[in-house]
């Protein structure tokens, strides 16, 4: 099973996603999902991560098949959730006061990847995806936040940090960094190359 890539931003999130999808290779074996906190407002995000990366990004429709090497968006006013193979989105209740959220990502994720998934938190302001990191903790999987310190709004780090024990929290660089590692040969999340097996 390829790796899944979650990561979730808000206020101040966007520098680093651009980064982080500018270092991705192509080919790349893992699949990675975005949520910001964009609420019903139009998004022209995946325009912006297509003209800094060399992977294909998009808003996916309801019923997407998961590719690999490819970077998906979560739209405007949907949560996106993932299921065996495929994505789902829905237009359910705000979660965490937002639409889209990043822990029905996350959690869906945990529960259908388990020790295939890496979760992700950049900059941000408020908690969301602290439980669904601790959930992607608990099945296995390897979790990084953003140093607070470097973040523009530190208190989603901060809470995913307090919630979900992350792996470790690293520089936008570093994050990057382990993301592409993954890309190449698609090595287990928890097993990055470049640690004991």
Same mark, same amino acid.
């Given at each position: 099973?390829?790796?899944?890539?979650?990561?979730?931003?808000?206020?101040?999130? $966007?520098?680093?996603? !651009?980064?982080? *999808?500018?270092?991705? +290779?192509?080919?790349?074996?893992?699949?990675?999902?975005?949520?910001?906190?964009?609420?019903?407002? &139009?998004?022209?995000?995946?325009?912006?991560?297509? #003209? *800094?990366? =060399?992977?294909?990004?998009? @808003?996916?429709?309801?019923? #997407?098949?998961?590719?690999?090497? @490819?970077? /998906?968006?979560?739209? +405007?006013?949907?949560?996106?959730?993932?299921? $065996?193979? =495929?994505?789902? $989105?829905?237009?359910?209740? !705000? *979660?965490?006061?937002?639409?889209?959220?990043?822990? +029905?990502?996350?959690?869906?994720?945990?529960?259908? /990847?388990?020790? @295939?998934?890496?979760?992700?938190?950049?900059?941000?302001?408020?908690?969301?995806?602290?439980?669904?990191? =601790?959930?992607? !903790?608990? @099945?296995?999987?390897?979790?990084?936040?953003? !140093? &607070?310190?470097?973040?523009?709004?530190?208190?989603?780090?901060?809470?995913?940090?307090?919630?979900?024990?992350?792996?470790?929290?690293?520089?936008?660089?570093?994050?990057?960094? %382990?993301?592409?590692?993954?890309?190449?040969?698609?090595?287990?999340?928890? %097993? &990055?190359?470049?640690? &004991?097996?």
């Amino acid at each position: 099973m390829n790796p899944i890539v979650v990561i979730a931003a808000s206020a101040g999130g $966007l520098g680093p996603l !651009k980064q982080i *999808v500018a270092a991705l +290779p192509d080919p790349c074996a893992a699949s990675v999902f975005i949520v910001l906190h964009i609420g019903p407002h &139009p998004s022209l995000l995946p325009q912006i991560l297509s #003209t *800094v990366g =060399r992977l294909s990004v998009s @808003h996916p429709d309801g019923g #997407t098949l998961i590719q690999s090497g @490819h970077v /998906y968006v979560a739209p +405007p006013d949907h949560h996106m959730t993932l299921e $065996l193979g =495929r994505i789902h $989105l829905d237009q359910g209740p !705000k *979660v965490n006061h937002v639409r889209p959220a990043a822990d +029905p990502l996350f959690l869906s994720a945990a529960e259908i /990847y388990r020790e @295939h998934i890496m979760g992700i938190v950049l900059s941000g302001g408020d908690g969301d995806v602290a439980a669904g990191l =601790r959930a992607i !903790k608990g @099945h296995g999987g390897i979790a990084f936040v953003q !140093k &607070p310190e470097e973040a523009e709004n530190p208190s989603m780090p901060y809470a995913a940090i307090m919630a979900g024990h992350p792996d470790a929290c690293l520089s936008v660089a570093g994050i990057a960094e %382990r993301i592409a590692a993954l890309c190449p040969d698609g090595l287990t999340p928890g %097993r &990055p190359s470049d640690e &004991p097996k």
